[in-house]
């Protein structure tokens, strides 16, 4: 472990630790994540950023919580310029042991363990998303666009023609597309050499309006099921035959430690594994230490409950925003007037405050008993979860995107990735 002196994110010095307050900033604008965010609190989840789901340090059990000892500040491993960041279309994701960032001029696979480049390929004007591959929608003058499918592991290119193509995403050696045929929004799948499958009517068969507000399009595949978001419809089909299956609407956003499944209208927000298997039902909060408690949080119009054997204990308030559930503490947040945001800790079994810090705070992630908040201003900020304690702070660079590696994090500086880890 280097010294809290000798660490530097972002070319900054480690800085010592402060008051809460002066160390917490707002994600704001600069935080790309935050769209996925503004798009999961509509129905009332904070999540951590969007990628795939790789074998890593996750505590067994918890969500988006690592199973790691981060009351000392982590280790540099490797630090790599990615070139200028124009606005990432695809978020940092960790496939095996392959890290994969597209900027706004090529897309990048860096080896997990030491950083080195294990190809780089130039993108146009495109859309991307990962599954199994690397997928990506480029699209040119009028209404041509091609798909660029490049393997993760080895960085093989292959692309296919397939003109007023807006989305798409690997499914085994095929694709499955979103695109304009014949006036008519269409899912399809084709092979890798352009053969239809099967294509589907998103007018005839999504749900419209799905009341799930998405901008953009999402595509996701989970074990045999495509779902697709577009234009306030929603819909999903078996991935094999493109039959429409009988689900809520329903939009899936991948995350670090599973997918979130968000139904409408007033559906249940479920987690999901890459398979499609429920890993928890009626998923509230991110991070959670302890989604299994009695004291289970139960979301209703306005606040959260915490109830047990079925009776509510206590409910936050309905100006607070609930950020996590950390060694028994509930951490919320509200905004104030000025600008400034009041953090608080609870007492989940009582509902009894345990602190309370004014500043503003952006998107976070947990270790063991701690809350690491980054922000504009900072790198990562550890904050104890039944204390408010502020343990450490490093760097001056917000994290743009994180990815779960097996003893800590890669986190995504804009121009720069850097990996950094903790003792398990």
Same mark, same amino acid.
């Given at each position: 472990?280097?010294?809290?002196?000798?660490?530097?994110?972002?070319?900054?010095?480690?800085?010592?630790?402060?008051?809460?307050?002066?160390?917490?900033?707002?994600?704001?604008?600069?935080?790309?994540?935050?769209?996925?965010?503004?798009?999961?609190?509509?129905?009332?989840?904070?999540?951590?950023?969007?990628?795939?789901?790789?074998?890593?340090?996750?505590?067994?059990?918890?969500?988006?919580?690592?199973?790691l000892d981060a009351s000392q500040p982590p280790e540099e491993v490797w630090r790599v310029s990615v070139g200028g960041w124009q606005g990432s279309m695809t978020p940092l994701t960790i496939v095996d042991e392959v890290a994969v960032i597209t900027t706004g001029e090529e897309a990048i696979g860096l080896s997990v363990h030491s950083g080195e480049t294990l190809w780089s390929v130039p993108l146009g004007a495109a859309t991307c998303t990962v599954h199994e591959a690397l997928t990506c929608v480029?699209?040119?003058?009028?209404?041509?666009?091609?798909?660029?499918?490049?393997?993760?592991?080895?960085?093989?290119?292959?692309r296919l023609d397939l003109p007023r193509t807006i989305a798409a995403i690997d499914a085994g050696s095929d694709m499955v597309a979103l695109a304009q045929l014949d006036g008519e929004w269409m899912l399809q799948r084709v092979t890798s050499g352009g053969e239809?499958?099967?294509?589907?009517?998103?007018?005839?068969?999504?749900?419209?309006?799905?009341?799930?507000?998405?901008?953009?399009?999402?595509?996701?595949?989970?074990?045999?099921?495509?779902?697709?978001?577009?234009?306030?419809?929603?819909?999903?089909?078996?991935?094999?035959?493109?039959?429409?299956?009988?689900?809520?609407?329903?939009?899936?956003?991948?995350?670090?430690?599973?997918?979130?499944?968000?139904?409408?209208?007033?559906?249940?927000?479920?987690?999901?594994?890459?398979?499609?298997?429920?890993?928890?039902?009626?998923?509230?909060?991110?991070?959670?230490?302890?989604?299994?408690?009695?004291?289970?949080?139960?979301?209703?119009?306005?606040?959260?409950?915490?109830?047990?054997?079925?009776?509510?204990?206590?409910?936050?308030?309905?100006?607070?925003?609930?950020?996590?559930?950390?060694?028994?503490?509930?951490?919320?947040?509200?905004?104030? %007037? +000025?600008?400034?945001? &009041?953090?608080?800790?609870?007492?989940?079994? /009582? =509902?009894?405050? $345990? !602190? #309370?810090?004014?500043?503003?705070?952006?998107?976070?992630?947990?270790?063991?008993?701690?809350?690491?908040? %980054? +922000?504009?201003?900072? &790198?990562?900020?550890?904050?104890?979860?039944? /204390? =408010?304690?502020? $343990? !450490? #702070?490093?760097?001056?660079?917000?994290?743009?995107?994180?990815?779960?590696?097996?003893?800590?994090?890669?986190?995504?500086?804009?121009?720069?990735?850097?990996?950094?880890?903790?003792?398990?």
């Open positions: 472990m280097v010294a809290d002196d000798e660490f530097e994110v972002g070319s900054t010095a480690a800085q010592p630790a402060t008051d809460p307050r002066r160390r917490r900033a707002r994600a704001g604008g600069a935080v790309p994540w935050l769209v996925t965010a503004l798009v999961l609190a509509l129905a009332g989840v904070a999540l951590a950023p969007p990628r795939g789901l790789p074998t890593n340090a996750h505590q067994p059990g918890a969500v988006g919580v690592l199973a480029e699209r040119a003058s009028g209404t041509s666009s091609s798909i660029l499918r490049i393997d993760v592991a080895t960085g093989e290119e292959h239809l499958r099967w294509a589907v009517s998103m007018k005839d068969l999504a749900v419209a309006p799905s009341g799930i507000q998405i901008g953009g399009t999402v595509l996701t595949a989970l074990g045999n099921k495509i779902y697709a978001t577009f234009q306030g419809t929603a819909l999903v089909v078996e991935a094999r035959s493109g039959a429409p299956l009988d689900e809520p609407a329903s939009a899936v956003i991948p995350t670090a430690y599973g997918y979130v499944r968000l139904s409408a209208p007033d559906g249940p927000t479920t987690l999901l594994d890459r398979d499609g298997t429920v890993l928890q039902e009626n998923f509230v909060v991110a991070p959670d230490d302890d989604p299994a408690s009695p004291d289970v949080l139960v979301r209703n119009d306005t606040s959260i409950a915490i109830e047990r054997g079925g009776e509510v204990v206590w409910q936050t308030d309905p100006n607070d925003w609930v950020m996590a559930r950390v060694d028994g503490a509930l951490v919320t947040a509200r905004e104030g %007037s +000025g600008g400034d945001t &009041t953090v608080s800790g609870y007492d989940v079994a /009582t =509902g009894n405050q $345990l !602190w #309370s810090s004014t500043g503003s705070v952006g998107a976070r992630l947990a270790a063991g008993s701690v809350v690491l908040f %980054s +922000g504009a201003g900072e &790198t990562l900020t550890a904050v104890e979860a039944r /204390t =408010g304690e502020t $343990l !450490w #702070s490093i760097g001056t660079q917000p994290i743009l995107d994180y990815g779960a590696t097996a003893d800590g994090i890669i986190v995504h500086l804009g121009s720069e990735l850097v990996r950094l880890s903790w003792p398990r």
